[in-house]
Structures are given as C-alpha cells and as structure tokens.
C-alpha cells in the first residue's frame, strides 16, 4: 500500500519565538489602553504574574529591550518612560486587518478594476487590428512585425496596415475614502467597551485601503459634539470623549472634504453605535439622549439621501447589537442605498453583511 508514513513531529519548529508572542499580545494591549506603552507594559507584567509567559530564559527585561532594539519602543532619557514609534503603529493597523479581514490578505496589490479597455495603466493581454484614431504607443510592434512577416515573406519584408496589432490597456479606477469613527460617550457607555472594536475595525480599513489600493485617498473623521480630521498614525491613541453623537457634523465635514476631492469615485465608512444625539444650530448644541429623537434623525437621513444623489455610498458598521440603534442604521442604510454591517462584540471577526441596493443579506466571518 502506497501512503505516507509520518515518524516524528516537532512542534516547536514552526513556533513562534517569545518575542514573536509576547509582541503579539503586546500589540492588542495597546488598543485597549489608547497607544500608552508604559500601562500596556504593566498590564503585560500582570498577565506574566498570572499565566506564567516568560520563564528564566526569556524575560520580561528581555522582552523590552527586544522591542527597544527592533524599533517598536523608544524610552525618554529624562523620565524613563516609554512611547510606540511608527513602526508599533503600523503593526497595530497590521494585526487588526488580520484579525478582522484575514482571508483578504491573499489579494494581490493593485487598485478597484474594471472591465473598460482603453488608455489605462494595466496591460492587457488581447491584441485587437489597429483602427483609424489608435496612438503610436498602443502598438505592439512584435505582433505586427510577426504579422507582416507572415504577410509578406522575409525576403520581401513590409508591413501595412492590416498587419499592426494594437495591445490595449486596462483602467483601473481610483477611489477617495472618508472613513468616519465615532468616539462619543456611548462607545464606553454600561460598561460595555465599543471603542476598542470599533478602532480596530477602523484601523484594519486604514491599513487594507493604503496597501491594497496605494492610488486611492483615505482621510479620516472623528465625530462626538463636533466633527475634526485625524491622521492615520492618531488611530491606536484615539479615546471617547464626553461628547454627545453629532453624526450630522460628521457626514457634513465627510461631503466637505470627498467635495475637494476630483476622483469621480467616492464612498464614506462609518463606525458607530448606532444613535445619533446631538446637533449644532448656530453656535449652540441641540442634545437628546432618549430614544431616537427624529429632529436628528432626519437631519441624518436627508444627508444619506443627498450622498445618494451624490453618487456617495456609505457602508456602516453598526458596532453594537441594540435593536432600537439597529433600526436607525437600517433607515440610514435603505435611504443611501449603501451597505451595512452589524457586529457583536464578542465577535468581532462576524459581520451581518447586508446591502439594502440589492436586498441581499449574509453573515461574513
């Protein structure tokens, strides 16, 4: 009988290093505790007390001055306090986009295709006859000359017309991305911590747009009373304020800035908990947070529907599972004619995917 016979398996030879684990826990730590090194260092010191990490070969001393040494970690001369470098930061946007969208780590870089030939930055593989109106460098002169040798014979070799082949290009569309998060009071509110999702959810986004797609623009808006725009590299340090849920401000300052932008594709993410509980009417601030209170509801609503006319899909995702904040998302989502997905917090990795364009729901893991 033809088989495999399997002798010996040594576990540790596809291990991790303790580095390697420690760092990964390291990194979630620091989404909890807002980019702060020092606080997800003592709370890495506890977990070590209480599970035993390190042992007397590898440490915790070890540990840090691996991360010192590697870039992930400066500490400050003055103080001896300890601060994430750009390195730590991107890590975080790294480990979150594995976490959240693992399986789409497999596609290969490139930009949002389409099926439109033409004068694009793609090669195609298809040669077509050249017609009146094609450029000189649409040709592809080794199908043409091998045409007019087969045409015309070597010894009296010419090429025409009929014997040019033109190789034509892909388009590949760019997209301008506005990806707006939600740190009002809500997001910490019972106890129940929707900000640590919903920034790895944000982070994950980030980090999949700037790798996958380089060509596109991805700016970033935060929103509690008011609205403001953040950098990338602000998303691990990003915290709830006591702030109200000013959704207006944010999809107002959201069209603002797509407005500026001159690709024609456009879209808006946002990650919320659902209630929007606030406005701004002048100089003064319009607050209700009971229930879902239609005087900002429908502010919301008519911005969903302005996008639409826009041609500005807005795709939410609903990080919490309350049924009365589901059914504003749900009236937000079938206005815009956009896409939702409601996650629980204890699955953060399962998504109820649905897209009210066309009707279409499914669970996405």
């Known amino acids: 009988m033809i088989g495999h016979r399997f002798i010996h ?14 760092l990964n826990i390291f990194v979630q730590l620091l989404t909890y505790t807002n980019g702060d090194a020092s606080e997800a260092l003592q709370w890495l010191n506890e977990l070590d007390r209480q599970y035993g990490l390190t042992d007397s070969e590898y440490g915790m001393g070890d540990f840090i001055e691996e991360l010192k040494e590697n870039g ?42 389409t099926f439109k030939p033409g004068q694009g930055d793609e090669v195609s593989p298809d040669t077509r006859p050249f017609q009146f109106g094609d450029m000189l460098e649409q040709i592809d002169f080794t199908e043409s000359i091998r045409n007019a040798q087969i045409n015309h014979g070597i010894d009296s070799f010419s090429m025409r017309e009929d014997d040019l082949q033109i190789r034509e290009n892909d388009f590949k569309t760019q997209t301008s991305t506005v990806l707006m998060i939600d740190i009002s009071h809500s997001m910490i509110l019972y106890g129940e911590d929707r900000i640590t999702p919903a920034k790895k959810v944000a982070m994950a986004l980030s ?54 932008r001159k690709n024609p594709n456009k879209q808006i993410f946002m990650i919320t908990d659902g209630k929007p509980t606030c406005l701004k009417i002048g100089g003064r601030y319009y607050k209700n947070s009971f229930g879902l209170d239609r005087k900002v509801v429908n502010r919301c609503i ?37 896409k939702a997905y409601f996650a629980t917090l204890d699955k953060l990795g399962a998504f109820i995917f649905r897209d009210f364009e066309s009707g279409k729901s499914r669970t996405v893991y």
């Open 9 to 22: 398996f040594d576990s540790s030879e596809n291990s991790q290093s303790k580095f390697e684990q420690l």
């Open 302 to 338: 008519n911005l969903a529907a302005q996008c639409k006319k826009l041609k500005i899909p807005i795709t939410t995702f609903m990080i919490a599972s309350d049924p009365y904040l589901q059914n504003f998302v749900q009236e937000f989502t079938e206005t815009n004619h956009g």
């Open 72 to 113: 992930y970690m400066q500490e400050d001369p003055a103080d001896g306090s300890f601060r994430i470098t750009a390195k730590s930061e991107q890590t975080i946007r790294k480990k979150s986009l594995e976490e959240i969208f693992g399986k789409l780590k497999k596609s290969k870089q490139g930009n949002h295709q």
């Open 207 to 260: 980090e999949l747009i700037t790798t996958k797609y380089p060509k596109d623009t991805l700016d970033i808006v935060v929103f509690g009373n008011d609205a403001w725009s953040i950098e990338i590299k602000d998303l691990p340090y990003l915290q709830v304020g006591p702030y109200h849920t000013n959704t207006v401000a944010g999809l107002e300052l959201a069209m603002d800035i797509l407005r500026r």
